[in-house]
């Protein structure tokens, strides 16, 4: 298993936003965590990204654990993520937004930077080359220099998973990736997760789109009210009565 | 704090540099005597402050409220070792700037785990605490009526006179703007300002907030003592003003007006804040007042600062005929 999470529970203050979810992320596919606005995923994906320290529970990438470790230091061991909100650096262009996701690979030393050595020429060359091709293959070639406040929404939803590529995750976490966007910017997130898991990449998405969820992922986790309702292929999923509840629950006045 | 430009492509910060350099080499063209070299000596002091403070708060984000307090231990710290010690200057300047980078590291590390104004906070206490001890403990500063320098000299060599000193300062400035935009244009400096664009999202992708940070600020106070520790071998003597909050407030001043993020920015808002109160010496009483307008104007109708905003009024300029 790539990645474990053993009881996790987070509490704030008297508000039990997760309770004891226990799950296991096989390496190589598509994971998908469902559930009503308000059922804990984004707490979730904050624990397992080492934003939020878990008020109980353990979790480990590739059996090494990683509980109580900075974010940094999760983002060092392989997870990479994306944000609900955007978080893109608007002080930088989009080139220089990937190319600062490349911070683990290439960061050279000191005194190579502040002499500008030809080592480190040959490095910003390299990561520049790096960062083009992942904008190609989220197709952001043509904002490569744009300044990031300038570019509309959609193409900053990309741009921040990018940016995320450029770290070299072993596993991506994409929070709401497709939220806002329109049908065809949709496809195209679609389309560009297929891609990343034929890459290789492991993926965990966080969605309220079904139609994308059920299209793309091999494995859904449904929580509800902080607690893991359901889990497994998305048929069996999307036919449990349990999940079936929880979402007319949730929608009918 | 405004949303910052973004920063502007190497290959025009190479510009910059070059502008910069001829600017220098030539100014003395317009410099009629020793008082008009003096001013300008000092521009360049300042903006070697300036360039650095920016790092911290143009690209890294963080704000100091105390980095006039590293300007005073710099140039107390190489007095009071060739004075009172007998050391010799070069040792003095190196020992006083390695010394306050240490200090920076060591108030630093604690206070930059924390978010927000926490470093604001502890850089204006710090800054105070610094004025003071350099005021009251008169047995090595001079107290309030300041100390006496010794010149800059090595091996018999002295360095002395305004010309001198010109070239000297101008040389060190274009030097310093060539590592800090070198810096900018790195992995490094792409780390600083990712924590200023967003920190959540900077520490996602693996860079280390706290450490990142503390190299700003270390960087930043090690230049401001550098700057410190010149200015008074070459002023021969220091008071304690040189160390107070309101110093601290003319740096940021100057930062702020020139355009955050911007190292050319950093050594406009100086030469124009250090050279306007020469100028206007009949408003000497209402120093303070003239600063605080500057910085509330700026922040109302040009939040980016001078160069940037000039730079974006250009290149709108430039856009507009076709």
């Known amino acids: 298993m790539l990645l474990r999470a053993e009881n996790l529970a987070k509490r704030f203050g008297g508000v039990r936003a997760v309770q004891d979810v226990s799950f296991a992320l096989a390496p190589g596919m598509v994971h998908a965590i469902i559930g009503p606005n308000g059922a804990g995923k984004t707490t979730l994906l904050n624990m397992l990204t080492g934003i939020y320290l878990p008020s109980e529970g353990r979790v480990f990438l590739e059996e090494r654990e990683l509980t109580g470790q900075q974010p940094h230091r999760f983002a060092a061991a392989g997870i990479g993520r994306t944000f609900q909100n955007l978080q893109i650096f608007f002080n930088m262009s989009a080139l220089e937004n990937v190319m600062a996701g490349r911070w683990l690979h290439e960061r050279g030393s000191f005194a190579a930077a502040a002499l500008r050595l030809p080592q480190l020429r040959r490095a910003e060359r390299h990561c520049r080359a790096e960062a083009l091709s992942l904008l190609d293959l989220v197709g952001l070639t043509r904002w490569a220099d744009a300044a990031s406040d300038a570019m509309p929404y959609g193409a900053l939803k990309r741009l921040e998973i990018a940016r995320a590529l450029a770290a070299g995750p072993k596993l991506l976490l994409l929070d709401e990736p497709a939220a806002g966007l329109n049908p065809t910017e949709t496809h195209e997130i679609d389309r560009l997760i297929r891609e990343l898991a034929a890459r290789g990449i492991t993926i965990v998405l966080v969605e309220h789109n079904m139609k994308l969820v059920m299209g793309v992922s091999g494995h859904v986790i449904v929580l509800d009210e902080g607690r893991l309702l359901a889990e497994g292929e998305p048929r069996e999923v999307s036919a449990d009565p349990r999940v079936i509840e929880a979402y007319l629950g949730e929608e009918a006045p | ?322």
Request: proline share 6%.
């Open chain 2, 1 to 322: 704090m405004a949303s910052p430009a973004a920063a502007a492509p190497p290959s025009a910060s190479r510009r910059g540099i070059v502008a910069l350099a001829i600017a220098v080499a030539l100014l003395p063209l317009a410099l009629p005597n020793n008082y008009t070299y003096e001013i300008a000596i000092l521009v360049g002091l300042n903006a070697i402050v300036c360039v650095g403070l920016n790092l911290l708060i143009g690209y890294a984000g963080q704000i100091s409220l105390g980095h006039a307090g590293f300007f005073g231990l710099g140039a107390y710290g190489t007095a009071i070792l060739a004075t009172r010690y007998g050391w010799p200057t070069p040792a003095s300047l190196g020992a006083a700037i390695a010394g306050v980078a240490l200090l920076a590291w060591a108030i630093g590390r604690p206070i930059l785990r924390l978010r927000g104004h926490a470093l604001a906070m502890a850089t204006l206490g710090m800054g105070i605490i610094v004025a003071v001890v350099i005021a009251t403990e008169d047995r090595y500063t001079g107290g309030p009526d300041g100390m006496s320098v010794p010149p800059l000299g090595i091996a018999g060599y002295v360095l002395a006179g305004e010309r001198h000193w010109y070239w000297v300062v101008g040389v060190l400035l274009v030097a310093t703007v060539w590592l800090a935009q070198n810096l900018i244009d790195s992995p490094r400096g792409r780390a600083w300002r990712a924590l200023h664009g967003s920190e959540v999202a900077a520490s996602a992708i693996g860079i280390d907030p706290a450490r990142h940070k503390l190299s700003a600020f270390v960087l930043s106070a090690a230049l401001a003592a550098a700057a410190g520790a010149l200015t008074a071998h070459y002023s021969g003597f220091i008071t304690p003003a040189k160390a107070s909050f309101l110093h601290s407030i003319e740096l940021v001043t100057m930062v702020v007006f020139g355009g955050m993020a911007s190292s050319l920015g950093a050594v406009l808002g100086a030469a124009v804040l250090t050279t306007l109160p020469q100028l206007l010496t009949v408003f000497k009483e209402y120093e303070m007042v003239l600063l605080g307008a500057v910085l509330m104007l700026t922040m109302i109708f040009m939040p980016q600062g001078l160069v940037p905003t000039l730079g974006r009024a250009l290149a709108a300029a430039r856009r507009k005929p076709r």
